[in-house]
């Protein structure tokens, strides 16, 4: 027989959950209150927007209403809960082989998250059968890392990544919104140290300094996410870089060089760890493929099959506006 639950719940209860979100393999749990986001930090993610330091992501200004306010994505939500999943590679690629980030070395981290979270949220929701939930994997506007430091599952870094005590920055963030009212975890309140190492490492200068990226000069968001050509002048000067010559899909340069991440261990996620092709993934290969289908072939489930051969050949190409 199902045994129905009060929506206010118990420690007991609230670690009973994070123990089963634990063994679907996160690294990091906690719970905050679903409400407004404060409203400092509101008006410097609005600053972001309006200096234009999101560069052609036109979708961050969709949605304001929502993405100040989780409320409104889940009716009658109460809770925000925080899920980090480590990547952190065991065996990083031979940088001479061209550079890779690594959060690309494994399979795409949405379905794979989304498969490690349905028997655990299939679970919880036996338990709690008059309850809602809602999974946000970069599916709703949400700022997963406020409400990750919110829920006290780390501290955001000078170069904006969330940092995990003990597991670093390589980390996927996943928020739950539920109409479950569990009491909140503590925020995280430290900063990084503000060492300034991800600063000086930085190939674009795109650390601003302030837990803020200018994605204009940012080669992860250039090789990435940017479509067609480089045109702006700032990032047509950073893609002509040594870093971004040797990109081949994205930058890991500020986080391998964080002393959070030194010594951290790697992902026990099987999906996150790269196969041999991807270790050996090399430009003249890439320049050997014919169409998206030989890649999806070679690297099956990765990230980098959404940029499709066209958009690699663009980010490794002499005839590019950076030469080689």
Known sequence: MMIKRELFLTDCDKESIRSILFA???????????????SEVWRGFTDWLSRGDNAGMEYMYNYPDLR?????????????????????????????????????????????????????????SATYSDSAFRICI??????????????????????SAL?????????????????????????DTRDCGHCGACRKACPGKAIMGNCQIDCRRCISYLTIEHRGEWILEESSEV????????SIYGCDTCLRVCPHNRGVPPTSIEDFHPSIQMLSLSFEYIKSLKNS???Q????????????????????????RHCR
């Not at 970069?138 to 170069?159: C, H, M, T």
């Open 24 to 38: 679907s393999g996160a690294c990091a749990v906690g719970f905050a209150k679903a409400e407004p986001v404060d």
């Open 68 to 124: 100040r306010d989780p409320r409104l994505l889940l009716d009658g939500a109460k809770t925000v809960i925080s899920i980090a999943y480590s990547y952190a590679p065991a065996k990083w690629r031979n940088p001479d082989l061209g550079e890779i980030a690594a959060y690309a070395y494994g399979k795409d981290y949405h379905k794979v998250l989304r498969k490690l979270l349905k028997p655990a949220l299939n679970e919880i």
């Open 297 to 320: 072939r070679l690297i099956p489930g990765s990230p980098m099959t959404r940029a499709g051969v066209s958009g690699l050949l663009r980010n490794i190409s002499p005839d590019c």
């Open 163 to 187: 940092i995990v005590p003990g597991y670093g920055s390589m980390v996927f963030l996943v928020e739950i919104l539920t109409t479950l009212d569990i009491a909140p975890d503590n925020p």
């Open 138 to 159: 970069d599916s709703a506007p949400v700022l997963e890392r406020y409400w990750a430091q919110k829920a006290g599952i780390g501290f955001i870094g000078d170069n």
């Open 239 to 246: 893609m002509k870089t040594e870093a971004a010559r040797n």
């Open 293 to 295: 289908e030989d890649l």
